[in-house]
């Protein structure tokens, strides 16, 4: 009986340091997630009809013209989607009491991850 014991509490010390192995394991994959790029979509506001281009589009901050406020046009807008990572949703809200047209002098940007325009 002895040695039916002894193997029994060297399988049970396997399968414990087997699970703690396998928790570490899943808490470390956990962990590094969080701390990647992934975030939570963002929604940027586009308020003017312009066609000006973000002037710093790395900041994920839309603005085509930094001198009169935020000024986020629809290029500009797109810029700042594709410099951040994750999902985006793209909103107009462009002070107007009539119908407004954004004219376009170029193509606009490609669009790089996933965006809804919501127009």
Known sequence: MTNTKTISTGIDRRFRTIVALAALAMLAALLLTASGPARASTTIIVNSAADGSDTTPANGVCDADPTAGI?????????A???TAGA???EFDI????PVH???GSPL???KEQVTIDG
């Open 71 to 79: 000024q986020c046009t629809l290029r500009a807008a797109m810029q």
């Open 81 to 83: 989607a594709n410099a």
């Open 88 to 90: 985006d949703t793209i």
């Open 95 to 98: 002070p107007a009491t009539r």
């Open 102 to 104: 954004i004219i376009l």
């Open 109 to 111: 940007p490609t669009i």
